[in-house]
């Protein structure tokens, strides 16, 4: 089993940047991809960017593509979400996972909220 611990997030203006970690307990992640996802208030959990942490490809949802990064520091056992642009429309709770596959994920972390006032 792993325990993601998630960090960052907050409140910030339209166009604004904010950067969220999500760090995990064990030193190897027992799936090879980290993914963030997002909820917001009375909308299904949607997929928002993947890693895969064994070669670093990069997936991303056409909403976020161009604004968000998705990144890894293997030596902190650690997954990174930059957002750049943010519109209020990337309102929502964040949450990290791992798992198996690009949208497959077996184990969340707490979520994180972030809010984009405009």
């Known amino acids: 089993q792993v325990q993601l611990v998630q960090s960052g997030g907050g409140s910030v203006q339209a166009g604004g940047s904010l950067r969220l970690s999500c760090a995990a307990s064990?030193?190897?992640?027992?799936?090879?991809?980290m993914a963030w996802f997002r909820q917001a208030p009375g909308k299904e959990r949607g997929w928002v960017a993947t890693?895969?942490?064994?070669?670093?490809?990069?997936y991303y949802a056409d909403s976020v593509k161009g604004r968000f990064t998705i990144s890894q520091d293997n030596a902190k056992n650690t997954v990174y979400l930059q957002m750049n642009s943010l519109k209020p429309e990337d309102t929502a709770m964040y949450y990290c996972?791992?798992?198996?596959?690009?949208?497959?994920?077996?184990?969340w972390g707490q979520g994180t909220q972030v809010t984009v006032s405009s």
């Open positions: 996972a791992n798992g198996p596959y690009i949208r497959t994920m077996d184990y």
């Open positions: 064990r030193r190897s992640y027992v799936n090879n991809y």
């Open positions: 890693i895969y942490t064994n070669g670093g490809n990069t």
